[in-house]
């Protein structure tokens, strides 16, 4: 499965971005899917993750109320809406694949495929 992420760009603090991350293969629906970011100078964290079906979602405590992860099976992708923006929440955001269900979905070793990354730099 290749990932592809898109929609990152440059907000000021408060403003709005909505990321996508689109699957190149139908067996999408079948993958949980992640959000995960990377900081300069920092490891990647997790930020958002979406089973299959999209009936459950779980958030990072420092994005829950502001950012919402939701998916098209139809179109292969996955979003997140990113509300009230700050500049903490300046990184590559990257979409990654999960094969595996179960509640270690923060782990970055629990994703086999990942997207390329897409930037969002958020001004003060």
């Known amino acids: 499965v290749q990932l592809q992420a898109s929609g990152g760009g440059l907000v000021q603090a408060g403003g709005s971005l909505r990321l996508s991350c689109a699957a190149s293969e139908r067996t999408f629906s079948t993958h949980n899917m992640g959000w995960f970011r990377q900081a300069p100078g920092k490891e990647r964290e997790f930020v958002a993750y979406?089973?299959?079906?999209?009936?459950?979602?779980y958030y990072a405590d420092s994005v829950k109320g502001r950012f919402t992860i939701s998916r098209d099976n139809a179109k292969n992708t996955v979003y997140l809406q990113m509300n009230s923006l700050k500049p903490e929440d300046t990184a590559v955001y990257y979409c990654g694949a999960r094969l595996n269900s179960g509640s270690y979905y923060w782990g970055l070793n629990e994703y086999v495929y990942w997207g390329q990354g897409t930037l969002v730099t958020v001004s003060s």
């Open positions: 979406i089973t299959w079906s999209g009936g459950t979602t």
